[in-house]
């Protein structure tokens, strides 16, 4: 079987990016509020800003990370021959050779498709990666018996058909058969 595969590259749905954006600016709004609201008792208001000031961190975090996302016109996801390159969210993978796989996968979790993906040498891959972003890899490892996780919201392609275009490349390195979508290569 000698076909070639061409590289496929997704790029993040500006929409949903700025939903995204939008509620993340909420977020921190209702989190300042909760910070600077003086309106109830001393107990409850270090409780508010406690709580207002996680939800400034953490939404702001998120705030400024899709903005950046939706600025720059950086493709989230590429497939190649070699593997693939997953930058789609702040917990992604990076560059995965598809000889590092050991096993694909299709879950999901809180109504959203995901692609599973479980590499060969798990702990080596975290150990490419900088200390909070390996926790979370490692949480979501530990959620999922899955390396990597790609979100349906991270992609503008629907899941099922990148599952099977990576199921093809993936295949065609090992010389395995090639998978089809309703009639479709």
């Given at each position: ?10 790029y ?15 977020f ?55 593997g ?28 959203q ?7 060969q ?48 490349h993936?295949?065609?390195?090992k ?11």
């Amino acid at each position: 079987m000698n076909t070639s595969y061409e590289q496929h590259v997704e790029y993040p749905s500006r929409k949903r990016m700025a939903l995204i954006t939008a509620g993340a600016a909420l977020f921190v709004s209702a989190g300042f509020f909760l910070m600077f609201d003086r309106s109830s008792g001393a107990g409850t208001s270090i409780i508010s800003s406690v709580l207002g000031l996680l939800s400034v961190l953490f939404f702001g975090t998120c705030f400024f990370y899709s903005l950046v996302k939706m600025i720059r016109k950086e493709p989230s996801f590429v497939i190649n021959e070699q593997g693939f390159v997953d930058s789609s969210s702040y917990t992604s993978g990076g560059a995965v050779a598809w000889r590092e796989i050991e096993h694909m996968f299709m879950y999901e979790l809180m109504g959203q498709k995901m692609i599973g993906v479980k590499l060969q040498d798990e702990k080596a891959f975290m150990e490419r990666h900088n200390g909070m972003k390996r926790k979370l890899m490692a949480a979501n490892s530990n959620m999922v018996d899955a390396t990597i996780s790609i979100a349906q919201s991270s992609i503008t392609l629907p899941i099922d058909e990148l599952y099977l275009m990576m199921m093809n490349h993936w295949q065609h390195g090992k010389g395995g058969r090639i998978y089809v979508l309703n009639g479709r290569k």
